[in-house]
Structures are given as structure tokens and as C-alpha cells.
């Protein structure tokens, strides 16, 4: 999740228009899995006060609804501290691998997912060898499961292009190198890997090789005007499919393959249409399009706008029943209207608004309390304080 700003001009392309009543051909459809990259500013960190790990239980309530691809957040200083070339943490590590080991043994993907953009400790990535060095020290350790999917680094951003291209190519090299040579990688772009700038920014990384063939191009995409996913507004019914548009032609112009590694809209109905005429597209487009991940479950949320974690989330009670016909084998379209969901569901402790509520109470534990672009309270309930989890989410813990 980020901010960007920048505004790619959408190209009028001849590509397959959306067909709400096509199978759909995703080979994922899924959801982010947040929480242990929580607590950016607090390294290592304490587990249960700083980050918390996914729980087993709602991934696979998840599952059970037809999900299939499960991308869990972490930090890379978490992961291995101090130095990149350095040897893992054993309790993050074992944590992350029964987090893992949760989804893999449910027959879905895991996307191993270093929530770093870019950085390390703060610090740009410039070292290419000791990226390599961490990667394939990681790799190593998920080179047996075939369901294991590994995400280079979460959105890159205002760096050098040819920097970024090369820690792609050093992650992929890594990877390979470690012996884990029957998954897919999912590379990301500069500029927070949107897809709506893909073609003016990313245009490079199409020169990345793989002796495997198995490149998956991840880019997000958020709704809302800056399309940073900061705001439950979304710009018009139809801005989904708008926002995608380039980068399909840039993918089937290329012989890419790609996936929506994160998107979102507010709970009202612009957004929701939103969302599925995205969808439709890409599922229309998905000689091309693998497939998709909401922007995110996790424990930790609360009554955050687009929350997909069981059973109370705002995402989750608005949009799950939207996703189904998108699962992989599901039928491409609209939900019929019998199962849209209205905000009377929804917990009184949600926000309905489409937009940041406002106001200036208290928020309770795990509540929101800051990030860019916040207008609810920024004073927690005591004994808990405000914490910076990243520049767009704030909590009180």
C-alpha cells in the first residue's frame, strides 16, 4: 500500500472487452495477508505489541470461500537483521514458515512477500550482491515447496530505474541459485509497481530473464484519485478498467505475464462496480492476467476501510461475495443482486462513509489513528498510544 502521484495517460488499445458471464480464467484470486511488516520504525520489534502473524484460522475461513493465493507481508530486518549477507532470526523464521506452511497445506500459494520497498533499515537497496545474499538465503529455506511464490520486494519506489531492473534480476538469479527452481516469481516495478504507470516507468524490467520461464510482472492498482488507496472514494464506476488498460497492452505487446498483487475500493457502490469491471477486464484479458490479491486481511486491521479478515471486516462483508465469481474455475461476472451486500451487516464499529471518517473521538484498540491522508481521530483510548505502522497507517497498540 502506498501513495503515488503520478498520472499515466491511458492508451485507447483493441483488447478483449470485459464478458460478465465468461468463466473466469484466473489462476489466483486472493488476498494479502498483513501484519508482520507492522511496526516499520520499531526494529526488531516485539511480537504481540509491534507486528503480529496472520492467523491460520481466517486464511483458511478464506480459503474455504475460494481464495487461492495468500501474499503475507514481513520485514526483511526482521528476517535477517543487521546486515543483508547475515543468517536469519529463528523465531521470525520459524513463524513465517508455519505461516506458510498454514496456506501451502490448504493446496493454496504463498507469496513470500519482503514488505520493504526497496529499503533496508530505511536505507535504498544499492548492493546487488547483498540483495542476492539475502534472497538466497531465504529461498533455501522454501526450495521443497512448489507452492511457495517469492515476491522480489513490495513496491519500489523513486529510485533508479536501472537499480531496480538489476535487484530484479539479482533476486531472480538468487532464487535459482538456491535451488528453488519450480516457482513462480512475481517481480515489481518503481514507482510503488502501479500499473497505471507501468508504461512509462517500468518499461525496462522487460529485458529480466529466467531460466525457468516463470516471471510473473506484479503491479498494483487503487481506485481513488492519487491512486494511493488512501481514500474510500473511487474516482468513477468505470476507473478500474481505465487504470489497467496500458499495462494489458504492455504485457501482450511483450509476451508478459502479470497479476494485480494489490487493489482495493471502498465499501459504496461506485467502488464496487469499480472493482468488478477491473476484474471482468482482467479475466477477459487472462491470456495475459494470472489473477489477483485484495489489499488485505490481517489480525490487526480493525475497522480499517478495506479489511478482508473473517468475519467482521469492512472488505470482507462488502466485497467477498462481489469476489467469488473471480475465484480460479469461478463464472466471470457480477454476483447475482440477491447477494450484494448493504452496510446493514456491517458492525456499528465500521465506517460506511465513502471516504476517511471524520470527527475527533478516541479510537479504540487497533483502531486506526494516522496515516497520509487520515481525518479520524488521532488520539487512542488510554493505556494505548498512536504508533506509526508505515507513512499510510497508523494504530493504536
Not at 40 to 67: F, N, Q, R
Not at 167 to 196: C, D, H, K, P
Not at 308 to 324: F, R, V
Request: aromatic share 12%.
Amino acid at each position: 500500500m502506498k501513495a503515488s502521484t503520478i498520472i499515466c495517460a491511458l492508451l485507447p488499445v483493441a483488447l478483449a472487452a470485459p464478458n460478465a458471464k465468461r468463466a473466469s480464467g484466473f489462476v489466483w484470486l486472493g488476498s494479502n495477508e498483513s501484519g508482520a511488516e507492522f511496526g516499520e520504525t520499531k526494529l526488531p520489534g516485539v511480537l504481540g505489541t509491534d507486528y503480529i502473524w496472520p492467523s491460520a484460522s481466517t486464511i483458511k475461513t478464506l480459503h474455504d470461500a475460494g481464495m487461492n493465493i495468500f501474499r503475507v507481508a514481513f520485514r526483511m530486518e526482521r528476517l535477517i537483521p543487521n546486515q543483508m549477507t547475515g543468517t536469519p532470526d529463528a523465531t521470525y523464521l520459524n513463524d513465517l514458515k508455519a505461516t506458510v506452511n498454514a496456506i501451502t497445506s490448504l493446496g493454496a500459494y504463498a507469496v513470500i512477500d519482503p514488505h520493504n520497498y526497496g529499503r533496508y533499515y530505511g536505507n535504498i537497496i544499492s548492493s546487488t550482491d547483498d540483495f542476492a545474499a539475502w534472497w538466497k538465503t531465504v529461498a533455501a529455506q522454501f526450495a521443497s515447496n512448489d507452492h511457495v511464490i517469492f515476491d522480489t520486494n513490495n513496491e519500489y519506489h523513486d529510485m533508479d530505474q536501472t537499480l531496480v531492473l538489476n535487484l530484479n534480476q539479482a533476486a531472480i538469479n538468487a532464487i535459482r541459485a538456491a535451488g528453488a527452481t519450480s516457482q513462480y516469481i512475481f517481480v515489481e516495478g518503481n514507482s510503488w509497481s502501479g500499473a497505471w504507470t507501468w508504461t512509462t516507468v517500468n518499461d525496462n524490467l522487460k529485458a529480466l530473464t529466467d531460466p525457468q520461464d516463470k516471471i510473473v510482472y506484479e503491479m498494483h492498482q487503487y481506485l481513488d484519485s492519487d491512486g494511493s488507496g488512501t481514500s474510500a472514494t473511487c474516482v468513477s464506476s468505470t476507473i478500474g478498467q481505465e487504470r489497467v488498460q496500458a499495462a494489458t497492452q504492455w504485457l501482450k505487446t511483450n509476451g508478459k505475464k502479470g497479476i494485480i498483487g494489490e487493489f482495493a475500493g471502498g465499501a459504496n457502490s461506485v467502488c464496487q462496480s469499480a472493482v468488478t469491471g477491473m476484474l471482468d477486464y482482467l479475466s477477459a484479458n487472462s491470456d495475459v492476467w494470472m489473477g489477483a490479491a485484495w489489499w488485505a486481511a490481517g489480525p490487526w486491521w480493525a475497522d480499517y476501510m478495506f479489511s478482508m479478515e473473517p468475519p467482521s471486516g469492512t472488505g470482507y462483508q462488502n466485497y467477498l461475495s462481489l469476489l467469488k465469481p473471480y475465484f480460479a474455475g469461478g463464472s466471470g461476472g457480477p454476483p447475482p443482486t440477491t447477494t450484494t451486500t448493504t452496510t446493514t451487516t456491517k458492525p456499528t464499529t465500521t465506517t460506511t462513509t465513502a471516504g476517511n471518517p471524520g470527527g475527533t473521538g478516541v479510537a479504540q484498540h487497533w483502531g486506526q489513528c494516522g496515516g497520509n491522508g487520515w481525518q479520524g481521530p488521532t488520539t487512542c483510548a488510554s493505556p494505548y498510544t498512536c504508533q506509526k505502522v508505515n507513512d499510510w497507517y497508523s494504530q493504536c497498540l
